[in-house]
DNA sequence: TCCTAATTGCGATTTTATCTCAAATGCATA
DNA sequence: TATGCATTTGAGATAAAATCGCAATTAGGA
């Protein structure tokens, strides 16, 4: 779709940014999600920087990584294979889904049989075998939302609430 | 939760390490899997090691790292996640899902309708706000079936064939 | 028990992400 | 359009997470 879309083209979101005091529309923001807008795949945080650096010689990698933090809690970008700060592991037993918080990152279990038969990818995914499933819900979760205030992402312990 | 679960229990999936000549079980994979089994929660790399250094003092947290990552391609794990080495980002648009080799982590979009409506988690989730969801399809891309020996996955540059 | 391939430990190194704070900038207001 | 203040940026240091190389050790079949 619109392949040079994002050259200067009004980029899905970006009013978002700028919606009540307090979020500034930069030209280091706005750089970032063109630069992500362009491409088709799943970029990591220090391609875009890459891409955006073309355009914006100077940039530092610090503004493209805050961007995309201010981009993803404004809901205009997304976090794809929700990472932490750290991969998560677990013993694969009873299907189940998990939540993760967008704010705080917390991940916490879901059962729910509902979900447990979805329609495989079928013919859509020529050559790639499945082996298991599982549904991600984004969204806020509890703490989260009755702090109104900064949610607490301060340094890399940002399990704050997680269980444990 | 069984506070000493795992003790010399035989845990579930063990006897997956070591079916052909090839995966030795060794002392120090039995541990981070019966750490991880003990745990309720999704801990990181890092966590693992901690718990397992505490039972065998000495162990290197690379030992954790490697044991981690046969057992996810044995199938005896998983990463929950699903996190390269970097968190990879896109706008999201149009409602879509993802697959994803276990073995290189390419990432590849998958537009599916019959998954655009899931029932949410409902009740099951009280107090957590859903803002939006995907489908995760974990699996074995077609360029890793067909290299049978070890898949490309040297150093960072794992996106190998991921479209870019 | 012996042999060989595979794994481990250790430390160095790379990669990814975050922090500090003075200088620059967005933007509401006049 | 000019002014003022709160927010953001740049640069480099730093922290956190993951990986690498190689000699010594170990698992497991013969
Ligand atoms: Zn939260
Ligand atoms: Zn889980
Ligand atoms: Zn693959
Ligand atoms: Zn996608």
Redesign the pocket.
């Known amino acids: 779709m619109k392949s040079h879309a994002g050259r200067r083209a009004a980029v899905a979101g970006l009013e978002g940014l700028?919606p009540r005091?307090?979020?500034?529309?930069?030209?280091?923001?706005r750089a970032v999600l063109e630069a992500l807008a362009a491409r088709r795949d799943h970029p990591?945080?220090?391609q875009l920087y890459e891409d955006v650096a073309r355009r914006?010689p100077?940039?530092?990698?610090?503004?493209v990584?805050?961007?995309l933090?201010?981009m993803v809690r404004a809901g205009v970008v997304r976090k794809v294979w929700y990472?932490g700060?750290?991969?998560r592991f677990e013993v694969p037993e009873r299907r189940h889904h998990h939540l993760v918080c967008v704010l705080c990152d917390a991940v916490v279990d879901l059962h729910q049989p509902a979900l447990d038969r979805l329609p495989g990818p079928g013919r859509a995914a020529r050559g790639f075998r499945v082996l298991d499933y599982s549904v991600q819900f984004m969204g806020v979760c509890a703490q989260c939302a009755r702090s109104t205030k900064t949610p607490p992402r301060?340094?890399?312990g940002?399990q704050s609430h997680e269980g444990k």
Chains 1, 2 share one sequence.
Not at 21 to 29: A, F, S, Y
């Open positions: 700028c005091r307090g979020l500034p529309l930069t030209v280091q923001r990591t945080a220090d914006l100077g940039i530092s990698r610090a503004t990584y805050r961007a933090e201010v990472a700060a750290a991969t301060q340094s890399s940002r």
